[in-house]
């Protein structure tokens, strides 16, 4: 198309010098002349024909017109209406804008392949993982993605990216007073023989660390006043400085253990009544200790009970991601990110189950 243009350009220079010695008259002449084999031309062609031009005709054409008013252009006898000509006119100044304007750096890579089948791979096997949970495994591996990159794969192959999300409002209060403040719940199962089992935990409201305090089929006064008596002495030896505990109203909790959590400098604050989101953090380690273990798991017995509570501790505190942390532990750091290319591009992933499969952590292979 350069090309033909150029040689349209040089020919109708050519053709204007030629104009340049003729008078008036012969021009009037030879306007008129061409004015009427136009006219002959339009009766000859048919009402279904239409006169093609080629991309550097036009561009030659609409170069050639736009310097005259409105006006004179639609009194010309063109092949085509003046409107068509603009519209070349306006076409031909869009397209070499658009060239001005190109970008200088190509846009955001593609995702690894590697990293992709991961993602995949990683939805595949824990169908009720969201892609916030998705890229927190993927941090603790030590691979940098953005969210928004896990959320996007997800979508192009048809997969939900949030199953069953649920979002939490936090308190101000709760924020300002994380590092003293623990929280304590009791959760209620059963096991396959129906016996109705009673778990204690608590949980560090500053660094998510949970601690399963005990099971019991009969949480009494006094098994309840031992834990609690097991507990100040865990903390004292963890060096935790806590100053308050925040519990509901349940009558399963004696007066006698306020008094113990006094006696080391521990306030109880108890929450309001049918009012859950007052210990939002402690309800909501509730909800993932039930989604990702009892829920999936048979209990058998108290002991086998106690077994699974422990391997889910170790596993929610040594390697499970938190969003509040930043997609770390509350007793393991996140890796620094792999800057390796050769790693990225040949990933080695090995998964090691927990509970017979019923917890997954993944982590290279050595």
């Not at 100044?93 to 200088?104: A, F, I, M, Y």
């Not at 109203?249 to 004696?254: E, H, I, Q, T, V």
Request: charged share 25%.
């Amino acid at each position: 198309m350069l090309l033909r243009l150029a040689y349209l350009t040089v020919t109708n220079t050519f053709a204007a010098l030629r104009l340049l010695p003729m008078g008036d008259r012969d021009k009037d002449v030879e306007i008129l002349v061409l004015r009427h084999q136009i006219t002959v031309l339009e009766r000859q062609l048919r009402a279904d024909t239409t006169v093609r031009f080629a991309p550097e005709e036009r561009a030659l054409l609409a170069a050639l017109l736009t310097s005259l008013p409105r006006e004179v252009l639609r009194r010309l006898r063109l092949l085509v209406r003046p409107d068509t000509v603009l519209r070349w006119h306006r076409d031909l100044l869009r397209r070499r804008h658009s060239r001005t304007c190109w970008p200088k750096r190509p846009g955001r890579p593609p995702t690894v392949r590697s990293i992709h089948a991961l993602i995949l791979r990683l939805v595949r096997e824990n169908p009720g993982w969201g892609y916030r949970r998705v890229h927190g495994e993927l941090t603790t591996l030590g691979i940098k993605v953005a969210p928004s990159t896990v959320w996007e794969i997800l979508k192009q192959e048809g997969l939900d990216p949030a199953p069953e999300r649920a979002s939490t409002t936090w308190a101000d209060f709760l924020r300002s007073q994380a590092d003293a403040l623990l929280a304590c719940d009791f959760i209620e199962t059963v096991t396959l023989s129906g016996q109705r089992q009673y778990i204690l935990a608590v949980i560090e409201q500053a660094t998510r660390r949970v601690r399963v305090l005990g099971t019991t089929a009969h949480p009494t006064a006094d098994w309840v006043t031992q834990t609690i008596r097991n507990l100040v002495m865990d903390l004292e030896d963890a060096g935790c400085r806590a100053r308050y505990l925040i519990r509901d109203r349940d009558g399963k909790f004696p007066a006698l253990m306020d008094t113990i959590l006094a006696e080391a400098g521990i306030k109880t604050v108890l929450t309001g009544i049918q009012m859950p989101r007052m210990n939002s953090i402690m309800e909501r380690w509730v909800q993932s200790c039930r989604h990702e273990l009892l829920n999936r798991c048979l209990i058998w017995n108290e002991r086998h009970l106690l077994h699974a509570l422990r391997k889910y501790e170790r596993f929610y505190n040594q390697h499970r991601a938190h969003q509040a942390l930043n997609q770390a532990a509350p007793l393991r750091t996140v890796p620094a990110p792999i800057t390796d290319s050769t790693r990225i591009t040949d990933l080695n992933i090995r998964r090691r189950d927990r509970l017979g499969g019923v917890l997954h952590e993944y982590t290279h292979a050595a």
